[in-house]
């Protein structure tokens, strides 16, 4: 009985321990099976660390090459983007008018233009060999003729019930009546002289020049706003043929229906400069080539010349007069500064007595400075300039890791807006600024609202900051007592890469007068004449794009700082955007004062 029960108590026993070394074997095994992987990676990693180690840094050193390549590409891409998609259109582009005049297809020759849009006339493009589109009109050849004003014509037909009363006096631009023979050969009409002070000429109630205050953004002169988009003294009427509302605002710009003075070419004159290159002192460092060592010369003594007409010779006298009790204002990036440079050194040279031309805040100018007032004292005029990259509102945000960012609302007007309120004469421009890196990129760059887009195409950003700045041009300038213009983009002729990756255009010493670089007009053009066509506003586009076109032999480059001083040239970075002064910038000035000479004067 006792060794029964010795046996009972120990089977148990044994088959608990035969079930405990089952499982701590079968631990063991999965364990191993588990640390294999393990294994094999450590022992891989032993052996093989040298070469793995360099593999990863290869390839995050294409990685990182790739990245900072198509960022450093990407700006020019879309420049050659906008070069794929735009078409030729060297000639003829939209230029407002005064009136609307309708050909007489019995005894007149069919027109070379079309009307293209509200307020504007398309005068075709030129045609080219082997391309047939519908887009090419043949451009007939045009008797050059002197743009004098006050000149007759010869009624084309039909243009009787087109005329309207005599415009009255408009805010120191004055109206006149059209001269109408009936089917009479027009007479010839003298260019008038040019006097020094007419006397008695009107000029506008303004507050003194010395009160308006470098922060003062309130100062408005007149009435504007909606209610003002055509004044009582402006004449609107429709052109029952194309449905296209004309402005007529004093016969401004109706030399222009008879001659494209942005179609032709640069010719030596051995008059220019108007001003000599170191007779300015208003010409800051960037942009005074002769001063800063450029040997030569040749480049001075190019004037443009219109294929249908000839420019009246620029005077500053006169222009100064026309300006009398005037705001004249440039508003825009650097390329307009570079504009308001040449506009008072052009003016100045009507001066007998320099020191009455003076920046009334004392200031001297620079790239810096964003605000400039000169004043005129002996015509109680100014010319100033306000800096806007855009033309609408740059800002900032702050980002999720508390760093601030710049923005562009492009559905709001710029903030120096107030100040353009108040002037007679203004004249826009932006463009180049929009090929920048963050604004060619547009992430998280573009608002509209409180919305900050992720990505936004700078394209479609720029076509609406256009129909903002337009939507604030209908809303708030007055026809009746405004002029406004919008110069069109300046080429730039960089060599090799862009401004910012070693483009270069050192060594030219002559324009391009062939070729089919002559043609290249950017898409961001035709945005502009889009805009301009949709606006109520008869504003004028000074289309200088074609003009420049040629002149790879203005710019900058290597002398865009000084070195005369035993200094070495250095041509890693070169200016091949803006213009030496004397120089392109003036040819700008002289169109203004084309249109200016054209209005009618009391005098």
């Known amino acids: 009985m006792g060794t029964q029960k010795q046996d009972n108590t120990t089977l148990p026993f044994e088959r608990l321990c035969t079930e405990n070394e089952k499982t701590v074997k079968n631990t063991a095994a999965e364990s191993l099976s588990a640390s294999l992987p393990m294994a094999s990676f450590i022992y891989l990693w032993k052996k093989n660390r040298y070469a793995i180690v360099t593999l990863s840094l290869f390839v995050f050193f294409l990685t990182g090459m790739l990245y900072l390549g198509i960022r450093g590409l990407e700006a020019t891409l879309i420049s050659y983007k906008d070069l794929y998609y735009s078409q030729p259109r060297s000639v003829r582009p939209p230029i407002i008018v005064a009136d609307v005049f309708k050909a007489n297809t019995e005894s007149d020759p069919p027109p070379t233009w079309q009307n293209s849009g509200k307020g504007s006339v398309d005068f075709g493009h030129i045609d080219t060999v082997g391309d047939g589109g519908d887009d090419n009109v043949s451009v007939e050849k045009k008797t050059v003729m002197p743009l004098y004003e006050s000149q007759s014509v010869t009624d084309p037909g039909s243009l009787g019930p087109l005329i309207q009363e005599p415009i009255s006096q408009i805010s120191g631009f004055n109206g006149s009546e059209v001269s109408v023979t009936d089917k009479t050969k027009p007479k010839p009409i003298n260019e008038p002289e040019f006097v020094s002070d007419p006397g008695g000429l009107e000029t506008l109630t303004q507050e003194s020049i010395s009160e308006i205050s470098e922060n003062d953004d309130s100062v408005d002169h007149g009435t504007h706003g909606g209610d003002a988009a055509v004044g009582e003294n402006t ?40 001003y000599s290159p170191d007779s300015c002192p208003y010409v800051d460092e960037a942009f005074s080539c002769q001063g800063n060592g450029r040997p030569d010369s040749k480049y001075l003594k190019w004037r443009w ?155 479609e950003a720029y076509r609406r900051s256009m129909r903002t700045w337009g939507k604030w041009i209908d809303k708030n300038a007055n026809p009746a007592k405004q002029l406004v213009f919008y110069r069109g983009y300046s080429s730039a002729h960089f060599r090799g890469g862009d401004w910012d990756s070693g483009g270069a255009c050192n060594g030219e010493t002559e324009p391009v007068l062939t070729g089919a670089i002559l043609n290249n007009y950017p898409l961001k053009m035709k945005i502009v004449e889009e805009v301009i066509q949709k606006m109520q506003f008869p504003v004028i586009l000074l289309n200088v794009t074609r003009l420049t076109n040629f002149r790879k032999d203005g710019h900058p480059s290597v002398y865009r700082k000084n070195s005369t001083e035993g200094k070495k040239v250095s041509t890693r970075k070169q200016d091949c955007s803006h213009w030496c002064l004397p120089g392109v910038p003036d040819a700008w000035n002289e169109l203004i004062y084309t249109v200016i000479y054209h209005l009618p004067s009391s005098s």
């Open 235 to 274: 004449h609107l009427f429709v052109d029952n043929d194309t449905s296209v509302k004309m402005v007529d605002n004093g016969g401004a710009v109706s030399l222009l229906k008879t001659c494209d003075l942005y179609m032709g070419t640069w010719v030596k004159d051995e008059e220019y400069p108007i």
């Open 305 to 459: 010349k219109p294929d249908g007409c000839e420019l009246p010779r620029f005077n500053a006298t006169d222009f100064l007069v026309r300006l009398r009790g005037k705001r004249l204002m440039l508003v825009g990036d650097s390329m307009n500064r570079n504009q308001f440079e040449s506009l008072l050194c052009l003016l100045r040279e009507g001066l007998p007595d320099k020191s009455r031309m003076y920046e009334i805040h004392g200031n001297k100018i620079t790239k810096g400075r964003g605000y400039f007032v000169f004043n005129f004292a002996d015509y109680n005029c100014t010319v100033e300039f306000v800096r806007s990259h855009f033309l609408v509102r740059e800002g900032t945000r702050i980002n999720g890791q508390g760093n601030s960012n710049p923005t562009l609302s492009i559905d709001r007007i710029d903030k120096s807006a107030k100040r353009w309120k108040g002037a007679d004469i203004l004249v826009f421009n932006t463009g180049h600024w929009w090929a920048h890196g963050k604004t060619a990129r547009g992430k998280n760059y573009y608002k509209e609202g409180e919305v900050v887009y992720p990505k936004f195409d700078a394209v």
